[in-house]
Structures are given as C-alpha cells and as structure tokens.
Nanobody, 122 residues
Framework: QVQLVESGGGLVQAGRSLTLSCAASRRTASSSAMGWFRQAPGKDREFVASSTWSGITFFADSVKGRFSIIRDSGKNSMHLQMNSLKPEDSGIYYC????????????????WGQGTQVSVSS
C-alpha cells in the first residue's frame, strides 16, 4: 500500500494562508487520486479537496474559491494551498490517496497520512 507523508500545518491568523504537502511513496493505481480530509474537535471527519494526476479536482463548498491543489508529479506530491483561512477551517488535516476521486471522497480503499494540525485564530 502506498505510504503518505504530510508536512505543513501550524497556527495562523484568520485571513492568512497556509500550505499543506503530501508526498506519496510511489505512484500506483491506489494513488490515482489524492486529497485532504479534516476533522475538528467533536465533529466527524469531512472531505476538503481532491485531485487526480490528470487535474480533475473537487472541493467542498466551504473551501471553494479559497483552497487550491498544486500537483508535483515529479515528486509524487500534492500541495493544498489554503488562502483566506477562517477559524472554522481549524482541525486535523489528513492526506488521503485512493483509486479515483469518487472512492477517495467516499473513503473506500483509502490510504491515510498521519495528519497535521491547522489552527486558525480570529
């Protein structure tokens, strides 16, 4: 199974930007789509964004227009660029990899990163 290593995260003020990175150990069918989920304290984990290596992207309504994904195929990595951050964006962000966008979003046969904390202060 593909291994995912996350980096980035931290504490920022509302309105600022932050970038999360996710590196896959290798490109396989099981990492055809990569993306991020987040979980706030006391809440369920929710889908944030995903991208295939061909550039098909999906974003949760709550982050559309503020978040984007940058693909680096040479390093088997994707980066989640988060702009105009809000306190409600706070939580643990998990990188994920899956067979395709739909199964990734449905958390079917997904590989997970270790998670990284994002905290946005008001």
């Amino acid at each position: 199974q593909v291994q995912l290593v996350e980096s980035g995260g931290g504490l920022v003020q509302a309105g600022r930007s932050l970038t999360l990175s996710c590196a896959a150990s290798r490109r396989t069918a099981s990492s055809s789509a990569m993306g991020w989920f987040r979980q706030a304290p006391g809440k369920d984990r929710e889908f944030v964004a995903s991208s295939t290596w061909s550039g098909i992207t999906f974003f949760a309504d709550s982050v559309k227009g503020r978040f984007s994904i940058i693909r680096d195929s040479g390093k088997n990595s994707m980066h989640l660029q988060m702009n105009s951050l809000k306190p409600e964006d706070s939580g643990i962000y998990y990188c994920a990899a899956g067979l395709d966008s739909r199964r990734l979003r449905d958390e079917v046969s997904v590989a997970w990163g270790q998670g990284t904390q994002v905290s946005v202060s008001s």
